[in-house]
C-alpha cells in the first residue's frame, strides 16, 4: 500500500460540491460536539486538510493551528469529517427528489436534517423511491387510487367501494407508456387498491421507527446447517448447528462467525421474533379495530398482516442485522489496527550485524547475513553471505551445519541471530544455542523472531528488486534478520493481511480495512521517521506527501546521484515539488549532511527560528543538540515568530531529543530450553511468554511450543477486565500458568492470575536477563476457516513454516457474559474459539 495522502485535496473538494457555507458551518459544530473539542479547531484542521496538507503533517508541524490536536484525533475528526460530508451530500440529493415529488413536507425535511446514519437516510427516502413496476404504481395508474381513499377514509364496504369504478381501456404510467397490467375483475382490483393503501402506509416513518426498537428488543438470531451433507465440511462451524441467542446481544465475533458460515453455505441464518404484538401496533395506528362493517375491518387487517409480513418486518430485519453487521465490522478492523500499530512499533534492535535464520528440516536451515545498514553483507570475493545446512533429518548433517555457522559468527563478529519461528524453530535455536555454549568467545545472542508474511515478501517482485542474484529460499532469511533489526522498515514491505494480526479479515469492507491500515501503516512511519539515504521504496511510500513514484523517484536519484547531501537537495528529484517538500521533509532524515539540523525531526521552515535561538544562546548547533540544560536558557518570548503556524516550544523540545524514537526498549522473552512443544506442557507449568494478539475476548499468547495459547478474558486478572486491550498489546512479556491443554486439537489455555490473592502475574521486561533480545514482532493466534486473520503457533509441514491465516473476532467491550472460566475446561475452551472462528494450524 502506498500513501493517499496526496490525493486528499481532489477527493475533500469532490465531497463539497453542492454544499453550501451553512451545511459546513453545521458539519464542523457536530464534529465538535461529537469528538469534544472546539469548532475552531476542527475549522482549523478542515482549512488545511482541504488544502492537501496531511494527517502527520498537520498533528506535528501545525499544533499551534489546532491547538494541539494529535495524530489519534485527527485521525477521528478525518474519518468523521469524511463520512459527514458524504451523508451532506446524500441528504441534499434525496431533499432534491423529495421536493421535485411533491412529497417534501416540514416534518419529512426534519427527520432527513436529524438522520444519524447512511442506513437511516435510506429508510427514510425508501417509501418514496419511484417504482413504476410495483403493483401499487400500477394500480395508480388504472385509476384505483379512488377506490383506496374510499376503504380507508370510509365507512364502506369493498363491493360498494368498487360500485363506481370504471376500468380505463387503456392503462398508461406517468411518461406515457402503457401498462400490461390485468385489473378485469373485482378481486384483482380490491388487490390493486390494498397495493395502494399498503404503500401510503409504509410512508409512516414514526411507526415503523417504534416497531423497530420493539422488535429488536426481543429478536433472536437463530442459525442452523444448511443441509446434512454440510454437517462434516462444515465442522469448524458446529456450534452454530443449533443456535439461538437475542439479536441485541449477540457479540460482534459471533456474528461474524454466523455471517462466514452462510457465506460459505455451510450456515443458514434466519431472524425470530413475534408477529401478533406488532401487528396490533399497526391495526391501533390505523384505528382499524374500530371501523365498519366487517368486511372493511377484514380488508384493513389484511393489508395490515401484508404490511408487517411483507414489507416492513423483512426491512426490518434486514436494517438490524445490516447495523451490527456494520458495528463487528469496525471492530475487528479497530482491533487488527490496534494490534497493526503495536506491531510495527515493536523495538528495534538497531545497527548490528544480524545472521537471518530460516529454520526448515528436507529443505535446510537457510541463513543470511546482513550488516548494520540492512544489507547483505558480502564475503572477500564480493559474494553475498548465504549458507543452506542440513542437521536435522533425512541428512542429519548436525556436526557440518554447526561448523558452518560457528565460522560465520566468528568470522563476521555477529551480534545478534534472528530464528524464524517456523518449521524447526526450536531445533533450530536449540542447536545454535549449543553452538554459543560451546565457545565462550562467541558474543551473539539467539532470539526467535516471527516471520509471518516473510514468505509473502520472498516472492514479491519488491524482494526481486531489492535481492536481486539472492535465491527466494534465501531472501526469506534476509527479512528475518531485518525484522530483528528495524521491524517497522521490514513489515511495511508485506501486506498487514498477510502479518497475521486480523480477525475475521476478509469478511470486512475491503475498502475501509485498506485505508484503516494504510493510515496506521502511515502513522507509524511518520512517528519515527526514515533516513531517507538508506529508506526503501516500500517505506518511503507511507511519508507524508509521498505516493509510490515519488518514492520510487528517491531512491532512482539516489542511485544516479549518490547520497542526499540536504534535505534540500531532494527538491531535484523529478515530481518532488513545494507542496510535497513541505508535507515529507519533517519526516526524511539526512544523517551525517551538511546540515545537524537535516537529521532531526525540526522542519526546514523552522531553520531561522533555530538560528534565532542560537544567536540568542550564543552556542552553536552541536552545543545545544540533545543539551537539555542549555537550552533551557532560551526565552521564546523574545524571539520574533511572524510564522504563527510554528510551535517555538515544539522546536525547541525536537532539539532536546533529536529525532527521538518513539518505540520501546529492546526486550524479549526467555522461552523455557525444555518446553519445546505442547508435549512438554503440564498444568500449573509457569512460563514466560509474548503476547502475539489481543482481542475482545481476551489475549493470545507464545510460549515456544510452535502454538499459541489463549488467556481468555477472565483469566487476566483477579479484578474485572473490561478490554483486553487495557491490560495488554502484542509484544508484551507476560508471565502465564497452563490450565488446560488439549493436544489432540493444539489448543492451551493460560492464566495470568496468580494461583493466591493478589495482582495479575505480568512479567516485569525490566528484569529480563538478555537485554539484547527483541520484543518478537509475533503474529496473533486464532484461525478461521478462511484463512485470514490471527495465527497460531503451530507449524506446518511447509519447510518455511507457511501458515493459514485465519481469524478471531472482537466481542462487544462490556464482556460480563464472558467473563466465565471458561478456559478453565478444555470443551468449553475449544467452544470459545471455534465460535470466534479460531481453529488450529499455522
Known amino acids: 500500500m502506498s500513501s493517499t495522502d496526496t490525493q486528499q485535496p481532489s477527493e475533500a473538494q469532490a465531497a463539497t460540491q453542492g454544499l453550501d457555507a451553512t451545511t459546513h458551518a453545521n458539519i464542523h459544530n457536530k464534529l465538535a460536539r461529537a469528538l469534544g473539542i472546539k469548532t475552531a479547531q476542527v475549522d482549523a484542521f478542515v482549512q488545511m486538510y482541504d488544502e492537501g496538507a ?54 419529512l425535511q426534519d427527520r432527513i436534517d436529524n438522520a444519524e446514519s447512511k442506513l437511516e437516510l435510506e ?51 406517468d411518461s406515457g407508456n402503457v401498462i400490461e397490467v390485468d385489473f378485469s375483475d373485482a378481486d384483482k382490483q380490491l388487490a390493486g387498491a390494498e397495493a395502494i393503501i399498503i404503500d401510503e402506509w409504509t410512508q409512516s416513518l414514526e411507526l415503523l421507527d417504534t416497531l423497530r426498537t420493539s422488535f429488536a428488543k426481543t429478536a433472536s438470531i437463530v442459525s442452523s446447517v444448511a443441509s446434512d451433507e454440510k454437517r462434516e465440511v462444515g465442522e469448524k462451524f458446529k456450534d452454530y448447528f443449533e443456535h439461538s441467542e437475542s439479536l441485541a446481544k449477540l457479540p460482534n465475533h459471533r456474528l461474524l462467525a454466523m455471517l462466514r458460515g452462510r457465506q460459505e453455505n455451510v450456515l443458514a441464518l434466519k431472524i425470530e421474533g413475534e408477529d401478533a404484538p406488532f401487528i396490533e401496533r399497526i391495526t391501533q395506528h390505523f384505528d382499524i379495530d374500530s371501523t365498519t362493517p366487517d368486511a372493511r375491518r377484514t380488508f384493513l387487517l389484511d393489508a395490515a398482516n401484508r404490511l408487517w409480513k411483507e414489507k416492513w418486518r423483512p426491512h426490518i430485519e434486514h436494517r438490524l442485522l445490516t447495523e451490527k453487521r456494520l458495528v463487528a465490522e469496525a471492530d475487528a478492523i479497530d482491533v487488527f489496527a490496534s494490534n497493526l500499530e503495536h506491531l510495527l512499533m515493536s523495538a528495534p534492535a538497531g545497527s548490528k550485524v544480524i ?30 553471505v548465504v549458507a543452506t545446512v542440513y542437521p536435522f533429518a533425512p541428512d542429519n548433517k548436525m556436526t557440518e551445519a554447526k561448523a558452518v555457522i560457528k565460522d560465520l559468527l566468528t568470522t563476521y563478529n555477529v551480534d545478534l541471530i534472528a530464528i524464524g519461528n517456523g518449521t524447526a524453530s526450536r531445533e533450530t535455536d536449540a542447536m545454535i544455542k549449543e553452538i554459543l555454549s560451546s565457545d565462550s568467545a562467541i558474543q551473539a ?9 516473510a514468505s509473502v515478501y520472498s516472492a514479491s517482485e519488491l524482494a526481486s528488486d531489492e535481492l536481486t542474484g539472492l535465491d527466494v529460499s534465501v531472501r526469506g532469511a534476509v527479512s528475518i534478520a531485518r525484522r530483528l533489526q528495524d521491524p517497522l522498515s521490514e513489515l511495511v514491505k508485506v501486506d498487514p493481511k498477510a502479518i497475521g494480526v486480523g480477525q475475521y479479515q476478509h469478511d470486512v469492507n475491503q475498502n475501509q480495512l485498506a485505508d ?53 537537495a531532494l527538491k531535484n528529484v523529478p515530481r518532488f515539488g513545494a507542496k510535497t517538500f513541505e508535507q515529507a521533509a519533517g519526516f526524511l532524515r539526512v544523517r551525517d549532511g551538511d546540515n545537524p539540523l537535516d537529521a532531526t525531526g525540526v522542519h526546514p521552515e523552522s531553520y531561522a527560528l533555530v538560528d534565532s535561538m542560537l544567536t540568542q544562546l550564543d552556542k552553536t548547533l552541536p552545543d545545544v543538540l540533545g543539551n537539555q540544560a542549555a ?47 505442547i508435549k512438554d506442557l503440564q498444568e500449573g507449568m509457569v512460563l514466560e511468554g509474548v503476547v502475539t494478539n489481543v482481542t475482545a475476548f481476551g489475549c493470545f499468547v507464545d510460549v515456544g511450543v510452535h502454538q499459541d495459547g489463549l488467556v481468555h478474558i477472565s483469566q487476566m486478572a483477579n479484578d474485572f477486565v473490561a478490554d483486553p486491550m487495557n491490560r495488554v498489546k502484542p509484544g508484551d512479556i507476560v508471565s502465564v500458568r497452563v490450565i488446560s491443554i488439549d493436544e489432540a486439537r493444539g489448543r492451551i489455555g493460560f492464566s495470568m492470575k496468580p494461583e493466591g490473592e493478589g495482582k495479575p502475574a505480568k512479567k516485569d521486561t525490566a528484569k529480563t536477563e538478555r537485554t539484547p533480545r527483541p520484543r518478537r514482532n509475533n503474529s496473533g493466534s486464532g484461525s478461521s476457516a478462511n484463512n485470514d ?54
Do not use: W
Not at 518455511?800 to 478456559?823: C, D, H, I, V, Y
Open 123 to 173: 429508510d427514510i427516502y425508501l417509501p418514496y423511491r419511484p417504482r413504476r413496476r410495483s403493483l401499487a404504481a400500477k394500480a395508480r395508474a388504472a385509476g384505483l387510487q379512488v377506490v383506496a381513499d374510499a376503504l380507508q377514509n370510509q365507512a364502506i364496504t369493498p363491493t360498494d367501494a368498487l360500485a363506481d369504478y370504471q376500468l380505463p381501456a387503456e392503462i398508461v404510467d
Open 54 to 107: 496531511t494527517v502527520p503533517f498537520i498533528a506535528r508541524y501545525r499544533k499551534e493551528k489546532t491547538q494541539n490536536l494529535d495524530d489519534t484525533q485527527l485521525r477521528a475528526l478525518e474519518k468523521a469529517l469524511v463520512y459527514e460530508r458524504d451523508m451532506a451530500v446524500r441528504r441534499a440529493k434525496i431533499t432534491e427528489l423529495l421536493r421535485a415529488q411533491g412529497n417534501l413536507t416540514d416534518a
Open 631 to 677: 537550552l533551557d536558557g532560551i526565552d521564546t518570548s523574545t524571539i520574533e515568530n511572524s510564522d504563527g503556524n510554528v510551535s517555538l516550544r515544539a522546536i525547541v523540545s525536537e532539539l532536546a531529543k533529536p529525532a527521538h524514537d518513539p518505540r520501546p526498549e529492546f526486550k524479549t522473552a526467555s522461552f523455557r530450553d525444555d518446553v519445546n512443544s
Open 789 to 842: 486473520g490471527a495465527q497460531n503457533k503451530r507449524r506446518s509441514s511447509n519447510e518455511r513454516g507457511k501458515r493459514k491465516e485465519q481469524g478471531a473476532s472482537k466481542s462487544p467491550r462490556n464482556n460480563a457474559a464472558e467473563q466465565k472460566p471458561a478456559a478453565n475446561k478444555i470443551g468449553t475452551f475449544g467452544a470459545l474459539l471455534q465460535e470466534a472462528g479460531v481453529t488450529k494450524g499455522k
Open 445 to 453: 545472542t539467539a532470539v526467535i523472531v516471527n516471520e509471518s508474511g
Open 355 to 384: 545472521l537471518g535464520v530460516d529454520p526448515g528440516i528436507r529443505h535446510g536451515v537457510k541463513m543470511a547475513l546482513i550488516n548494520a545498514q540492512g544489507h547483505v553483507m558480502s564475503d572477500s570475493e564480493d559474494k553475498p
Open 516 to 568: 484503516r491500515l494504510d493510515k496506521v501503516t502511515q502513522d507509524s512511519v511518520n512517528a519515527v521517521g526514515v533516513d531517507v539515504n538508506t529508506a526503501s521504496p516500500a517505506i518511503l511510500a507511507h511519508i507524508a506527501g509521498l505516493n509510490r513514484n515519488v518514492a520510487q523517484q528517491i531512491v532512482n536519484y539516489r542511485q544516479e546521484h549518490g547520497a542526499f547531501a540536504s534535505r534540500e
